[in-house]
């Protein structure tokens, strides 16, 4: 790569996109530089599944044309985005992350495409998924080491914005599908509020649970992603029909306080790795008592683990009838357990798990009456290593709580593991006070960037 072409690739979103606008580069050239970087690092990180440089190209030039006509351009004018292989595109593949989907074609776009190409987004290409967005793993490598994972399911999307191939990516989350691989590849990863972001021609594993998630390399990059996919659709029984957040607003602006954050005892921080838990117990130092409440978590924790479990096996099961029915042997090891133990669930015990969910969100909603964020961790430490015989792309326990209750969801990247690999720092807010959130994490690392 040409030092331009570096340069041009490790912007952000909000630069490039800031750039493209007054004209000083050329969409077609950022794209180009994005194209160069894949080129130069894909083979051994495997972030893609698809790519179509020559649409691309297309796609950026006709924006640039329309940037000289001074007509009204959208907020990711001429910027690059990569889509995880579960959101449907009628100009490419979606294959799922299974053999069973691979040539599968779909003939409208989803929701979040139909906004980003209103938004003047370049649509590159899709990034790898785990099987069915579930937990056997794709191809992808940690882009800071290739013997580690990059995590899941979103393992593609988080590790192209890691290795400079594109400034945004999409995810989706069901457990922990955005925050942990964000986490384990050093990038910023947002889940927004259950039901901000419509999930319509997305690869549907639980309709109970499933979130899109973004990925990008700044605090207002995601902030800015968010805005642009947060629309009221009526065909997604989630999205529901009221404003939505500012999140840019948030990202950008200071707290008029200082937040007040909240911080769970929960009972698998014991399985925080050493440098994980010191670095932990660091930032709680340095925030101190006024800023920080240490609270013992309620015992009803641990039933919205089960019940998570239960109504995401009961769904996904459901949903892939037909693979199960069809195509069993094209499924693999991994997952089959699972899809066995969901289709084995009684009636009254998924009901009893599905009821949980309203019990969480009114927790949580008297909850956040007394706090600003939870600052939580959102993985173990750092991203395990891979391993043929026992596939996994991590635990995604430290995200269980907050997806089953519909949470805005934020890892940052703060700490550094005992191999000098990325570890992020989760923080979770209020239900719709996404700007709240976002507001507080601004402040966050603000107060960290000082230390």
């Not at 948030?250 to 911080?263: D, L, V």
């Not at 039933?303 to 239960?310: G, L, P, S, Y």
């Not at 927790?363 to 959102?378: I, N, Q, R, S």
Request: proline share 7%.
């Amino acid at each position: 790569m040409t030092g331009t072409s570096t340069m041009l690739s490790a912007l952000s979103a909000t630069e490039a996109a800031a750039k493209i606008r007054d004209g000083r580069i050329s969409s077609l050239d950022l794209v180009k530089a994005c194209f160069d970087r894949i080129r130069d690092s894909d083979d051994g990180i495997g972030a893609w599944i698809h790519l179509d440089e020559d649409a691309a190209c297309e796609q950026a030039s006709g924006l640039d044309r329309l940037r000289q006509t001074g007509k009204p351009l959208g907020p990711l004018h001429g910027v690059p985005v990569g889509l995880k292989d579960i959101v449907d595109t009628a100009d490419m593949p979606t294959g799922r992350g299974t053999e069973i989907h691979r040539d599968r074609r779909p003939t409208k776009d989803a929701a979040i495409v139909e906004r980003l190409r209103e938004a003047g987004a370049v649509i590159m290409g899709k990034t790898v998924t785990t099987e069915f967005a579930f937990v056997h793993p794709g191809k992808t490598t940690n882009p800071h080491d290739a013997k580690r994972t990059p995590g899941g399911s979103s393992s593609g999307s988080a590790a192209a914005v890691a290795a400079g191939h594109v400034p945004l990516a999409i995810g989706s989350q069901t457990n922990g599908s955005t925050i942990r691989p964000a986490s384990y590849c050093g990038v910023f990863g947002f889940k927004p509020t259950r039901g901000i972001i419509p999930r319509r021609g997305v690869l549907e594993t639980s309709q109970t649970l499933d979130q899109i998630g973004v990925f990008g390399r700044s605090l207002d990059d995601v902030a800015l992603l968010a805005d642009v996919l947060a629309i009221y659709d009526p065909s997604d029984p989630m999205s529901y029909p009221r404003p939505r957040p500012d999140m840019i607003a948030g990202a950008r602006s200071e707290a008029p306080i200082e937040p007040n954050f909240a911080w769970f005892d929960l009972g698998y921080n014991k399985d925080l790795s050493d440098t994980a838990h010191e670095g932990f117990a660091e930032i709680l130092d340095i925030l101190g008592k006024a800023r920080v409440e240490r609270i013992p978590a309620p015992t009803s924790f641990d039933d919205v683990i089960a019940c998570h479990r239960i109504v995401h096996e009961t769904e996904i099961a459901r949903q892939l009838r037909h693979e199960i029915e069809n195509h069993w042997d094209a499924i693999s090891d991994t997952l089959k357990p699972l899809l066995k133990r969901g289709l084995d669930t009684k009636e009254p015990d998924y009901q009893e798990a599905l009821a949980m969910v309203s019990g969480a969100e009114s927790y949580f909603a008297e909850f956040f009456k007394d706090y600003d964020a939870v600052l939580t961790p959102g993985a173990a430490g750092e991203a395990p290593l891979r391993s043929p015989d026992s596939p996994s792309t991590g635990d995604p326990i430290f995200c269980t709580i907050w997806t089953f209750a519909g949470l805005p969801s934020l890892s940052i990247p703060m700490l550094v593991g005992e191999n000098g690999l990325p570890i992020g720092v989760q923080v979770v807010g209020a239900q719709e006070e996404d700007d709240r959130l976002l507001r507080s994490a601004r402040w966050l690392t603000d107060r960290f960037a000082e230390a």
